[in-house]
C-alpha cells in the first residue's frame, strides 16, 4: 500500500527534522566544535537511515522469517562482544567500535527480538492453517520465550543498560498479548514480574536504585538524582503555550538540563517550541504508531501481522515511556526518543523498523 | 477484540501524555517559569552611597567607607565544602562556625548566602583572588556611614536606622520599603529623601554552574546628594567641648542670615552605634539624650524676655528712655510681694537692662498690659516654630489673658503680668527662638528664619529659602536696646560683666529661670563683635546654673573661638 508508507515516510522525517533542529539547539551553546557540529553527523545519520529505509522497505520481509534464528545468534554473538570489547562511556559498556562509528547493538537487539517472536508465535501446525499459538500450553507459550529473550535482555541490563532490558521484557508481554497467547499466561507473567521485583531490586547498581527512589519522591537529592527530573520538567513547564522560541530555551542552553540532545530532547524541545510544539509532536508519534497499527490490522500474513504489531508497539513504548519520564511520571532509565534522540544506532534501528512495516503494507497484495 | 483493546491503551496512553504536557506547561506554567528563571538569572545587587553631610568649608562630617559583606553560591557540596575551606584559612575563621552560618543562612540553592558581614578591605581583597577559581564567593561591597568626628553635631545629623512602622506608613508613598535604612532626627531625617541612594543592580544569566554567561540587564546605582551645612566643626567642636557633660545647649548663629554656625545640645549620642548595635545604642541613652535641646526643649525665657517689654513699652510710649523706677529690692503687686534678685534703687530703662532690674520690669509690664506683651512676644517670633530646617521643632508658648480664661478657668491678674514680664509664669521658649530674638537687635531690625543646608549636591538653595523679614518695630527702639545689651557686658555692674574683657566686644542678657521643683537654668543670648556682629549666641544649661555660669560657658566659647582666629 503506496499511501502508508508515504505517510509513515513523511512522518517520520518530520520527526528527524524537529529532532535534528533540538539537537542544534541543544548544543548551540557549548563550546567546543565537535559538540556544535554533532547535529550535522545526525544529518548524517538521517541520510544513512533513509536509504536503509528505501532498501529494507523493497526487501521481502518474508526473508526475516527465514533468516530469524540467524539473527539471533548474531545478536547474542554482538553482545558478548561488547562484553569482551566494548567501549565504556560514562559507566557503561554499550557500544561496539566499528570503523569510524560506535555501534550499539541494543538498539538492535530490540529490533530481532520482534522478529524472532513473531517468527516463533506465527508457527503453524503442519495439519491446519489456523494458528496454534492460542492452543500453545504454558512451556511452549511462555517458559520457552522468556527464556530465548530473557538471555539477550540480561546481557544487555548487564551492560548496564536498564532501559533497553525493559523495553524487551516490555516488547515480550505486549506481543505475547497480540499473538493471542492464552490470556492467563500474560497475567501470570505480569504477576511474576511483579513479584520478583523485590528480589530483582538487590540486582541492581546503586545509581539504577537512586533513580528508583528519586522517582517516588524527586526532592529526597535535588541535586543528585533527582536534579534531571526536577530540571527536565522545570525546562518543559516553563515552555508555557508558545515556548521560549528556537535557541531561546534557557534550561537546555545553559547546560541546567543533562542530557539535553538525547534522553531529555522532548524537555528540550518543548522548552523552546511550548505546548503548541508538544501536542503536535505527540500527535505525530500517535499517528505513525497508529499508521503501524493500521498495517498489522490489514495484513493477513501472520508473521507479517505480529512483526508490525512487534514493531509499532515497540515504538509506542519507547515514546511513551520516554517522554513520561521527561515529564516525571516515568523513572529515569536510559531510553532514547525514537527519531528524535541523537544517536545513531536508536535512529538506525528505526528507519528499518520503518522499513519492515512499510514493506508488509506493499506485500500484502501478493497474498 | 484484543486489536481493539490495544488500539484503545495506545489512544488513551497518548491521551494521558498529552494531559501530562498540559498540565506542566499550561496549568503549573507561570509556577514553572519562575523556576526556570531562578535557575539561570542572578540578581546581584549594587548598593549606592548615603550622601554625605559636609560643614561649610567642605570638611567631612558624615562620609561613607565601604564595608564588604563575604556571600556563598551554593553549589555541590564539594564544592562548598573546598570554598568554605579556603574561606576560614583566608579569613582566620573556625571551618566548623563557617559551616553552621552557612547552613542557617542557606535558603535556597539558587540564592546566595550570607557568610560574613563586614570584613575588611585587605581580608576583602585577598578572598577576591579566590574568586578567579572559585566563581561561588561572592564579595558584596556596601557603604556604612561614617562619622570621622564621633559624636559631634549628633543633634543635628541625627543617626540611622531600620525604619519603623510609623515612618513607612507616612513615606510608603515615596517608594520606602520595609527594612530600608532611614534618618532618624536631624538633617538625615530632614532630608533623607535627598541623602537616599538609590540601589542598583546587576541581573546577570548563569549557567548551571553558576558560571557567568550574559548580562541581561544593569541599573547603576545611584549615590544621594551631599548636603552641605552652615556648621563650622570647628565652631561646633569649641561648643561641644564647652558643654562638656553639662546638660544644655549652645547655638551660634550668623545674626544677618540666620544660618546655623554650631548646634551643640547635650547629652549627645554617638551616631555609628545605631549602625552597628541599634539596640545597645538605645540601651545607652540617658537623660533624653536623643532630644535636640536647642529646637525642641522649651524652657522660661526668664529676664531674655525682657528685651520684649523693653520693646513694647518703648514703642507703645509706655516708658521713654528716661523713665524711671525705684527699686527697693521688691515690690507690691496686688496682695502679693514680688521681688528683686537684687535691691538697685532708681532705674532708668538702660539701668534695668544692665542690672537686669525685676521691679522696674514688673512696672513696665503692668502699664503694658499682658495682651501686649503677648502680641509683643510673638512679633519676636515667640510661641511658633522658627522653621529651621530640623524636624522636631517645639514652638513654645505664650500666655494671654483669654488663654488662662478658657483653659485654666481663672483670671488674668497682675500678678501674672508681672511673672510674665520678667520671661516666667507660662512662657516657654526653646533656645533657637531666643537666638533669633537676639538676632533681631544684632542685625537691627530683621527677624531671620535659622537653617542649616547651605547646598545640596553642590548647589546653593539659598534662593529657596523663606525671605527674612523686618520685625515691625521701629529701628529706634531696636537700636535704643542694642546699645543698653552692650552696657550689661561693659558697664562692671552688668550682669554679664564677666564678658567684658574678651578681645571682641560682646552684647546680650543673661537670665536665670525659675524651674519647676529643681535647680535654675541659665541663660546667656548676646552677640559680637558688637559693630558688626557675625555671630549671635545663645547659651542655656539646664537645671545646672545661672545666668552667670552661662556667661561663663560664652566666655569660654569666644576664647575658644578667638583663639583659633574664628571670629
Known sequence: MRRSGLTILLIAVLICIIGILSIYSSNYEKQGDAWRMIYKRQIGWLFLGLILFLIISNFNYRRFWDISYILYGVVIFLLSLVFISGAVRSGAQRWLKIAWFNLQPSEFAKLIMIIFLARYFSKKSFDEVSLSVSKFGILRALILPLIFISIPAGMIIEQPDLGTGIIIIGIFIAMLFAAGVRLRYTFLILLCGGLSVPVLWNFLRDYQKDRLLVFLNPNIDPLGAGYTVIQSKIAIGSGGFWGKGWLLGTQSQLHFLPESHTDFIFATFSEEWGFAGGIILVALYYFLIKQGIAIAERTSDYFGKLLAYGISLMLGIQVVINIAMNLGFAPVVGIPLPLMSYGGSSLLATFIALGILVNIAKERAVF | MRVKIINLAITFIFLFIALGIFNLQIIQGARFK????????????????????????????VGNYLSYDLMLLPQEKSQSDKALALISRALGADLADLKDEFKQNYISPFIPVMLVKNIGFKKAVSLGE????????????????????GKLASHVIGYLNEIDHWRLSRLKDYGYETKDIVGFGGIEEKYDYYLRQEDGGLSTQVDHRGRFVRVLGFRPPV?????????????????????????????????????????????????????????????????????????????????????????????????????????????????????????????????????????????????????????????????????????????????DPLWKKVYRLQNWFDGDTANFAIGQGDLMVTPVQLARLMAVFANKGTLVTPYLVKGI??????????????????????????????AVVSEPSGTANLL???????????????????????????????????????????????????????RQIIEGMSRENLI
Open chain 2, 223 to 399: 549615590d544621594g546628594k551631599d548636603m552641605q551645612l552652615t556648621l563650622d566643626i570647628r565652631v561646633q567642636k569649641i561648643s561641644e567641648e564647652a558643654l562638656a557633660e553639662r546638660k544644655g545647649s549652645v547655638i551660634l548663629m550668623g545674626p544677618d542670615s540666620g544660618e546655623i554656625i554650631a548646634m551643640a545640645s547635650s547629652p549627645d549620642f554617638y551616631p555609628s552605634l545605631f549602625i552597628t548595635k541599634p539596640a545597645l545604642a538605645m540601651a545607652s541613652l540617658r537623660n533624653s539624650a536623643l532630644i535636640n535641646r536647642a529646637i525642641s526643649g522649651a524652657y522660661p525665657a526668664a529676664s531674655v524676655f525682657k528685651l520684649v517689654v523693653a520693646s513694647g513699652a518703648l514703642e507703645t510710649g509706655k516708658i521713654n528712655q528716661s523713665s524711671t523706677f525705684i527699686c527697693s529690692g521688691a515690690a507690691r503687686i496686688g496682695n502679693r510681694q514680688f521681688n528683686c534678685w537684687d535691691e538697685h534703687n532708681a532705674q532708668d530703662l538702660a539701668n534695668a537692662i544692665t542690672h537686669s532690674c525685676d521691679v522696674f520690669f514688673y512696672k513696665t509690664g503692668i502699664l503694658l498690659g499682658p495682651q501686649a506683651l503677648h502680641d509683643y512676644a510673638l512679633k519676636f517670633g515667640l510661641s511658633k516654630p522658627t522653621g529651621i530646617d530640623l524636624p522636631y521643632e517645639a514652638g513654645g508658648f505664650v500666655p
Open chain 2, 457 to 486: 549636591d553642590n548647589k546653593d538653595v539659598s534662593a529657596y529659602r523663606k525671605r527674612n523679614a523686618a520685625i515691625a518695630i521701629k529701628k529706634s527702639v531696636i537700636n535704643c536696646i542694642r546699645q543698653d545689651l552692650r
Open chain 2, 130 to 149: 579566590l574568586k578567579s577559581d572559585y566563581n561561588n564567593i561572592i564579595i558584596q561591597p556596601k557603604p556604612l556611614r561614617f562619622y570621622p568626628y
Open chain 2, 34 to 61: 519562575n523556576l526556570s528563571d531562578n535557575n539561570c538569572i542572578r540578581l546581584l545587587p549594587q548598593i549606592g552611597g548615603r550622601g554625605r553631610i559636609l560643614d561649610r568649608n567642605g570638611e567631612l562630617i
Open chain 2, 500 to 554: 567684658s574683657d574678651l578681645p571682641v566686644a560682646v552684647a546680650g542678657k543673661t537670665g536665670t529661670a525659675q524651674a519647676s521643683g529643681g535647680k535654675t537654668h541659665g541663660w546667656f543670648v548676646g552677640f559680637f563683635p558688637f559693630n558688626n556682629p557675625k555671630f549671635v549666641i545663645c547659651v542655656f544649661l539646664e537645671n545646672s546654673g545661672s545666668g552667670h555660669t552661662a556667661c561663663a560657658l560664652a
